[in-house]
């Protein structure tokens, strides 16, 4: 059973960079067609996809976050971390990692993706 | 603003039928998969529906799913008390602005 466990501090002043790590366990994050990603919530509202990166490091981010966010993995560790720089309070959110089955249908209708394992989540807050 | 447009909130009696839309555009539901999340206050969502109407398994049949067009359908039959959660629907988008997205959630109430 795949399990994924975010990490980070949960506090983050204004203007600096929030940085999280996700671990995976119960599997290898190099194996298969999965992609690895980062959703946040703020209190109260939505799902907010951030971005995603592949096993070969290929990365695709939200248009709206894309300047200040960087997604990388380390397979060595088996974990992939998000960076999101000069953060506001609009920031402040409870932020999951998840992993992205990708899907590919020979009926010539593409590749499809669901979010089929997710972390428990780490709340995240943006004060001085 | 999300990008695909889910109904707020929906309410049912148990036992009761309850249906929640999401609507989309030909550059997301219109030309990709449409996948469900099912998430209880203060826990991670969980795949409730994917590749439009798959449950994964351990999902009861009472949860089924459907996508005609622009718009897709997450219909729950025999509603329990242990059904009101909030629902998103979720796919890709091919626009200029590609990218995973989803719909702003409804909660279900069972009353």
């Known amino acids: 059973q795949v399990q994924l466990q975010e990490s980070g501090p949960g506090l983050v002043k204004p203007s600096q960079t929030l940085s999280l790590t996700c671990t995976v366990s119960?599997?290898?994050?190099?194996?298969?067609?999965?992609?690895w990603n980062w959703i946040r919530q703020p209190a109260g509202k939505g799902l907010e996809w951030i971005g995603r990166?592949?096993?070969?490091?290929?990365?695709t981010y939200n248009p709206s976050l894309k300047s200040r966010v960087t997604i990388s993995v380390d397979t060595s560790k088996n974990q992939f971390s998000l960076k999101l720089s000069s953060v506001t309070a609009a920031d402040t959110a409870l932020y999951y990692c998840?992993?992205?089955?990708?899907?590919?249908?020979?009926?010539?209708?593409?590749?499809?993706?669901?979010?089929?394992?997710w972390g428990q989540g780490t709340l995240v807050t943006v004060s001085s | 603003q999300s990008v695909l447009t889910q109904p707020p909130s929906v309410s049912a009696a148990p036992g009761q039928k309850v249906t929640i839309s999401c609507s989309g555009s030909?550059?997301?539901?219109?030309?990709?998969?449409v996948s469900w999340y099912q998430q209880f206050p203060g826990t991670a969502p969980k795949l409730l529906i994917f590749?439009?109407?798959k449950r994964p398994s351990g999902i009861p049949d009472r949860f089924s799913g459907s996508k005609s067009g622009t718009s897709a359908t997450l219909d729950i039959t025999g509603l329990q008390t242990g059904d009101q959660a909030d629902y998103y629907c979720?796919?890709?988008?091919?626009?200029?602005?590609?990218?995973?997205?989803f719909g702003g959630g409804t909660r279900l109430t069972v009353l």
């Open positions: 998840a992993r992205d089955a990708l899907t590919y249908h020979s009926d010539g209708s593409g590749y499809s993706y669901y979010f089929d394992y």
């Open positions: 590749d439009n109407n």
């Open positions: 979720g796919t890709w988008d091919s626009s200029v602005n590609a990218g995973r997205v």
């Open positions: 990166i592949y096993t070969s490091g290929s990365t």
């Open positions: 119960g599997g290898s994050i190099s194996s298969g067609s999965y992609f």
């Open positions: 030909s550059s997301n539901i219109g030309n990709n998969y």
